[in-house]
């Protein structure tokens, strides 16, 4: 059982700020990408859909220069999570999505610098819980689904590389056929599989003269293409079955420059497809909506390539009824509050009818939502509109939960969820911060002591931050367990301890973790900024 906490806080700020706490249901890996892949647009949007909104934006320009540059973020995101799957070696297991790709961006065959901006937008999403490896598959599952695909199944559990790959392996524009077959069948892909990933990868993006003067023309570089950009296919920002289509009919963009490139050797694609004298290729074009499905086949086996060892959970589904910023805190009148959101998931139109939390001890209220409402990129069931999200708030004084150990959101037209809570021993949120001007994390935790099985030697706070680290955008995770000191408490039966620790500068959220006789019992997360809620 645990009910876990978040802070909205910077250490760029200019002065000290409280914390805001969170109930991370399942967990806080599950619920931070789930965020990520649900709460796409309006109240509580995730920032991390900005970069692809609209799908022909790219994430380091803005304005006239963005425009002009027609580089497309879903396009690099892709990119950058083929060439980290890329030298994967599935007989040797090693390899694959581990963010590998950050300590490698100097090698020839990942020329561009889609990869270092694409790990600098990442970078303040990691944490303890997420890791950069979680986040550049996040990158290509959020690329298709948000701009024409279909979702991705997608399962957290990567674990982030230390070092470069020993092996290289990503296919060029000059590789042959040969190298490019053995290559892919390193990783897993036989030579369908090769000629139908390329073509879902090719779906969505360009090929730049200023990223690769061997496939496209210097001439291609205009005033208002600044980069020099051919299309793949004549739905550059789409993630559709155009690029099969103008291969076959030879019309458009004809398969893209790496099918008619000026420069024969740099026809890689057209070797490929090719190869199996078009008979892929074709399949493809047969299959109409099937096409997308076939992607999502293929793209899923690609993310899920990963080292021997690392063991991926379930695939994340939309909550229907999740808790968000659910905690216990003390208020300036010293008074212990139970407080949150609960957000409700919908298709369609929002019934106009009440929804009761209600907690085992049978104490219920009606929750009144809030005005705002948030989009989902989600279509539930067999729905063709966007679902919906509802927040509601809540804040009830333990006086009135004395004996709850869990509670009830019971909305209309949805099934009923339970989720548990305790108060025995929790961070306390707005005693617990970032000290700017010392650079200190300062913890206060709160338990229960007055049972007769109580120990307080049995209480630890271990507090992890993610650093900046040689050669990589990628960060690490710096690691240290607080020295406890009991101090006053303002409640009987109730005893606070408080502890510090020094971090330097953290690239994202700052992890405080409480557990009683070795088991977790609460997780506070001190946000960086455009990660958090």
């Not at 679902?387 to 869990?406: K, V």
Request: some cysteine.
């Amino acid at each position: 059982m645990r009910i876990s906490s978040s802070l909205a806080v910077s250490l760029l700020a200019a002065a000290t700020k409280p914390a805001a706490a969170m109930f991370y249901y399942p967990n806080p890996a599950v619920s931070r990408l789930e965020h990520i892949l649900v709460d796409n647009w309006g109240a509580y949007a995730s920032n991390f859909s900005s970069a692809i909104t609209p799908c022909d934006n790219y994430v380091t320009e803005v304005g006239l220069p963005a425009i002009n540059s027609r580089r497309t973020t879903s396009a690099q995101w892709m990119r950058v999570a083929f060439h980290d799957f890329a030298n994967a070696d599935v007989t040797a297991g090693t390899g694959g999505v581990d963010a590998s790709i950050g300590f490698e961006t100097h090698r020839d065959e990942n020329t561009g610098s889609a990869f270092n901006d694409s790990f600098t937008f990442w970078q303040p999403f990691v944490n303890e819980f997420v890791p950069m490896a979680d986040l550049l598959a996040v990158g290509t599952v959020m690329s298709v689904h948000l701009c024409g695909g279909k979702y991705i199944p997608y399962s957290p559990g990567r674990v982030d590389a230390t070092a470069a790959d020993p092996k290289t392996g990503v296919p060029e524009p000059s590789t042959s056929l040969e190298e490019t077959l053995a290559q892919f069948e390193q990783a897993g892909f036989n030579q369908s599989d090769a000629i139908a990933l390329t073509a879902c990868g090719h779906t969505i993006g360009s090929v730049h003269a200023g990223g690769f003067p061997e496939v496209v023309e210097q001439s291609a570089i205009t005033p208002d293409n600044t980069n020099g950009a051919i299309n793949l296919d004549n739905s550059r920002a789409v993630f559709d079955s155009a690029v099969v289509h103008e291969y076959i009919d030879w019309t458009g963009q004809k398969g893209g420059p790496l099918v008619t490139s000026f420069n024969e050797t740099s026809r890689s694609d057209l070797r490929l497809y090719e190869s199996d004298s078009n008979k892929t290729m074709m399949e493809l074009y047969a299959q109409g909506d099937g096409f997308q499905d076939t992607c999502v086949g293929l793209l899923q086996r690609m993310l899920n390539t990963v080292p021997s060892g690392v063991e991926l959970q379930p695939a994340i589904t939309p909550a229907l009824i999740k808790p968000i910023n659910v905690t216990w805190d003390v208020t300036s009148d010293t008074q212990l509050v139970l407080s949150g959101k609960i957000r409700v998931l919908y298709t369609g139109e929002i019934p106009n009818e009440p929804i009761s939390i209600t907690f085992s001890n049978d104490y219920t209220e009606t929750l009144v939502p809030e005005q705002e409402l948030g989009i989902s990129v989600f279509k539930l069931t067999d729905a063709q509109t966007n679902a919906t999200t509802q927040y509601l708030p809540f804040s009830i004084p333990s006086t009135s939960l004395t004996g709850a150990s869990s509670f009830t959101v019971t909305p209309t037209a949805i099934e009923a969820q339970t989720f548990e809570i305790q108060d025995t021993a929790f961070i306390v949120p707005s005693l617990s911060q970032v000290d700017v001007a010392t650079g200190f994390v300062n913890i206060t935790l709160a338990a229960r002591n007055d049972g007769p099985d109580f120990n307080s030697s049995q209480l630890s706070v271990k507090v992890a931050a993610p650093m900046t680290q040689q050669l990589t955008l990628a960060p690490k995770i710096a690691r240290t367990t607080l020295r406890l000191t009991e101090i006053e408490s303002p409640f009987n039966g109730i005893g606070y301890w408080t502890g510090s620790t020094a971090i330097e500068t953290p690239t994202g959220a700052v992890s405080a973790t409480l557990l009683y006789s070795g088991q977790v019992v609460d997780t506070l997360l001190l946000d960086a900024g455009v990660a958090g809620w």
